[in-house]
C-alpha cells in the first residue's frame, strides 16, 4: 500500500510536541496530551500497557456430569439414556461452544483488518454476554437442550472473536522486552477465572437446583462487562491505526506506548519503521497469508497454526474438562472425591501458569516449547503406566491409580507454565504486522477447531480405550512434537516484531536456516531495521536510508 493511497505521510512530521499543560490534541485523535506526551486514560508508557494487559484477559467440567443438571438436559443423563448415548451428549454440550469459538475466529479472519481490534473486542464481549443470557434462561420441558446449546455457540462466538483478537492487541502495543509476559499475565487470569469457576460449580453443587449451573455461567457477564469498560477508554494498535491511514491516531499512541511527545524522532522513527512493513506488501488482502518470497506470510502463518494445533491435540482440554469423570469413571475413584480433585487440578493449574512469568524472557519460547513437551510426554506416560493393574489387569483396588492422578496433576503443571501461553503469544508475533489480524485469526481457528474435536474424541475414546489407551495415545502425539519444534520454530525472545521480519527476509534470501539466523542475528536498533530491511528486500534503501541517519542524529542530540 502506497503513502498516497492510505493518506499516509512519508518522512514529514508534525509538531505538537512542545505543547505544554494539558490539552485535547484535536478532534481527529482520542488522546489527551499533558506536557507534550500523549496519554489514554490518564495513562502512558508502562502504565498504559500494563492497563491494556489487564483488560483483555471453563465453567462445563463441574457441571456436566450433575444431577441438577440432568433435571434440566435429560438426555445427558446415563440412568435415562445410555452411558454410551451419555458421554457422546455430555461432549457435544461441551464440544459445542467451539464451534460458536471458530465461527467467531472465522469473522475475525474476513472483518478483523475492517473492524479493528478494539471493536472486535468490544463486539465479542457482547455478544458474549447475550450467549450467557440464552443459557441461563433455558427451562425444562421447553426446548432447555436446543436454547442451551444456542447459548453456548453465541457465546463461542463472542469468544472466538475475543481470543483471535485481543493477542494481536497486546503483542502491537507492548515492547519486545516484556511482549511475552503481558501475555502470559493475560493466560494466567485466564487460569485463575478457571478455577475460581471451578469452585463455584463445587461450593453450589450443593444447592439441590438449578442455581447450581445457573449462576457460574451467569458469572461470565461480569467479566465481560469489565473488559467492554476497560476497552472503551484505551488506545487502538499503533499498527493497526497506521495501517488504515489513521496516521494522526497512529502516532499519538506510538508516543504514549513510549512515554515521548509525537515528533521526538524516537517516535517518528518508530512510525516510519511500522509504515516501511506495511507498505512492503501493498494493499492487504487475505491471500497476502499464502504469499512466500523475502516475507514468508505462508510459512510464518503455518507455523503459528501449528502451535494451536499441537496445544490441542497434546491433551490438555482432554484433562482440564474431563477431569472429574475421568477421576470417577475411569480411576475408580468416589464422585465427591473426583469433583474435590478436580479443583485442585484446576487450581494446581492456575498456579502453574504463575510460574511462566520468569520463564518467558529469561528461557524463551524455544526452550519453554521442549520443557513442556517433555513434562506432558513424561506425565502421559505416567498416568499411563499407572494404570495398567486397573485398565489392563483388572484390579479395580489397585492404589497404583492414585499415581494417575498425579500423573494429571504433573501433566497441567508442564502445560499451564509452557503450553498454556506460548500458542497464544507466538502466532501474535512470529506473524508480520501486514497480516497479523488474518495470520493470527487462521491459528485462532485452528486452535477452536481442533479443541472441538478433541473434546468430542475423548468421552468415546475413554468409553472404548480407558483412561489406559487414552493417556498412551496423548503420549505417543507429544513425543511427535519435538522434531518440529527443533526445525522450524524461530526464537523470538527479546525481539521486536519488525526484527523478526528480518530473520525471515535473510533466512529466504540468503537461503540459510531460519532457526538459525534467529539464533545468531545480534539485536538491532530501528535504523538498523530500516538499513537490513533494505538489504534483504523488504524496504527501499535508497529512498529511506538518508531519513535514517539523519533521525538517529537528531535522536542522539536530544539525549
Not at 454476554?129 to 462466538?157: C, D, E, N, S, Y
Not at 502470559?184 to 461450593?203: K, N
Not at 453450589?204 to 469498560?229: E, G, H, K, M
Given at each position: 500500500m502506497t503513502a498516497e493511497k492510505a493518506g499516509r505521510p512519508g518522512v514529514e512530521t508534525q509538531s505538537f510536541g512542545s505543547q505544554t499543560g494539558e490539552s485535547s490534541s484535536g478532534s481527529s485523535t482520542r488522546a489527551v496530551i499533558k506536557d507534550g506526551i500523549p496519554y489514554y486514560a490518564g495513562l502512558t508508557g508502562d502504565q498504559l500497557l500494563s492497563a491494556i494487559t489487564v483488560t483483555s484477559t471453563g465453567v462445563m467440567s463441574g457441571l456436566i456430569s450433575a444431577p441438577q443438571f440432568y433435571r434440566v438436559f435429560p438426555d445427558l443423563d446415563p440412568v435415562l439414556t445410555s452411558p454410551s448415548?451419555?458421554?457422546?451428549?455430555?461432549?457435544?454440550?461441551?464440544?459445542?461452544?467451539?464451534?460458536?469459538?471458530?465461527?467467531?475466529?472465522?469473522?475475525?479472519?474476513?472483518?478483523?483488518?475492517?473492524?479493528?481490534?478494539?471493536?472486535?473486542?468490544?463486539?465479542?464481549?457482547?455478544?458474549?454476554?447475550?450467549?450467557?443470557?440464552?443459557?441461563?434462561?433455558?427451562?425444562?420441558?421447553?426446548?432447555?437442550?436446543?436454547?442451551?446449546?444456542?447459548?453456548?455457540?453465541?457465546?463461542?462466538?463472542?469468544?472466538?472473536?475475543?481470543?483471535?483478537?485481543?493477542?494481536?492487541?497486546?503483542?502491537?502495543?507492548?515492547?519486545?522486552?516484556?511482549?511475552?509476559?503481558?501475555?502470559?499475565?493475560?493466560?494466567?487470569?485466564?487460569?485463575?477465572?478457571?478455577?475460581?469457576?471451578?469452585?463455584?460449580?463445587?461450593?453450589?453443587?450443593?444447592?439441590?437446583?438449578?442455581?447450581?449451573?445457573?449462576?457460574?455461567?451467569?458469572?461470565?457477564?461480569?467479566?465481560?462487562?469489565?473488559?467492554?469498560?476497560g476497552v472503551s477508554r484505551l488506545p487502538e494498535s499503533p499498527r493497526y491505526l497506521l495501517s488504515t491511514g489513521q496516521t494522526d491516531e497512529g502516532v499519538h499512541v506510538v508516543g504514549a506506548l513510549l512515554a515521548l511527545p509525537i515528533d521526538h524522532p524516537d517516535t517518528q522513527l518508530q512510525k516510519r519503521v511500522i509504515v516501511e512493513a506495511l507498505e512492503s506488501l501493498g494493499e492487504l488482502k487475505i491471500r497476502h497469508v499464502l504469499t512466500g518470497g523475502p516475507s514468508q506470510h505462508l510459512r510464518r502463518t503455518l507455523i503459528g497454526a501449528s502451535s494451536q494445533f499441537f496445544q490441542q491435540i497434546g491433551g490438555c482440554n482432554a484433562v482440564i474438562y474431563f477431569s472429574p469423570v475421568i477421576f470417577e469413571t475411569y480411576i475408580g475413584l468416589p464422585r465427591r472425591l473426583s469433583l474435590i480433585l478436580g479443583g485442585v487440578n484446576a487450581t494446581v493449574y492456575a498456579l502453574s501458569a504463575f510460574l511462566s512469568y520468569p520463564m518467558i524472557e529469561r528461557l524463551g519460547r524455544r526452550k519453554m516449547y521442549f520443557w513442556g513437551t517433555a513434562g506432558q510426554a513424561g506425565s502421559m506416560f505416567l498416568a499411563m503406566a499407572c494404570l495398567i493393574p486397573y485398565d489392563v489387569q483388572g484390579k479395580t483396588n489397585s492404589t497404583a491409580t492414585y499415581g494417575a492422578v498425579i500423573g494429571l496433576y504433573l501433566y497441567l503443571i508442564a502445560f499451564g507454565c509452557t503450553w498454556l501461553e506460548l500458542p497464544w503469544l507466538y502466532p501474535a508475533e512470529i506473524n508480520p504486522n501486514a497480516i497479523r489480524t488474518n495470520a493470527n485469526a487462521i491459528s485462532t481457528c485452528t486452535n477452536w477447531l481442533w479443541n472441538f474435536a478433541v473434546v468430542m474424541w475423548t468421552p468415546p475414546m475413554l468409553n472404548s480405550w480407558g483412561g489406559f489407551g487414552t493417556f498412551l495415545f496423548f503420549f505417543g502425539v507429544n513425543m511427535c512434537f519435538f522434531p518440529f519444534i527443533y526445525y522450524f520454530y524461530v526464537e523470538t525472545k527479546g525481539r521486536s516484531l519488525e526484527e523478526i521480519d528480518i530473520i525471515f527476509a535473510k533466512g529466504y534470501t540468503a537461503n540459510e536456516s531460519y532457526v538459525k539466523v534467529g539464533h545468531e542475528l545480534p539485536s538491532l536498533t530501528p535504523a538498523e531495521i530500516e538499513r537490513e530491511a533494505a538489504r534483504w528486500g523488504l524496504a527501499d534503501e535508497a529512498k529511506h536510508s538518508g531519513q535514517a541517519q539523519e533521525l538517529q542524529k537528531k535522536s542522539q542530540i536530544d539525549v
Open positions: 448415548h451419555s458421554s457422546l451428549m455430555q461432549a457435544f454440550y461441551t464440544a459445542i461452544y467451539e464451534i460458536g469459538c471458530l465461527a467467531g475466529a472465522i469473522f475475525a479472519l474476513f472483518m478483523g483488518n475492517k473492524l479493528g481490534r478494539r471493536r472486535n473486542i468490544m463486539i465479542g464481549s457482547t455478544i458474549l454476554i447475550l450467549g450467557a443470557i440464552i443459557q441461563v434462561t433455558a427451562m425444562p420441558r421447553q426446548l432447555a437442550g436446543h436454547q442451551f446449546v444456542i447459548g453456548r455457540i453465541v457465546t463461542g462466538f463472542g469468544n472466538g472473536l475475543n481470543t483471535a483478537t485481543i493477542p494481536s492487541w497486546q503483542a502491537e502495543c507492548s515492547k519486545s522486552h516484556n511482549r511475552g509476559l503481558h501475555i502470559c499475565i493475560e493466560a494466567s487470569m485466564i487460569a485463575t477465572g478457571t478455577v475460581i469457576a471451578y469452585w463455584i460449580d463445587f461450593g453450589l453443587s450443593y444447592i439441590d437446583s438449578s442455581v447450581s449451573w445457573r449462576v457460574p455461567i451467569a458469572l461470565q457477564t461480569i467479566f465481560a462487562v469489565l473488559v467492554l469498560l
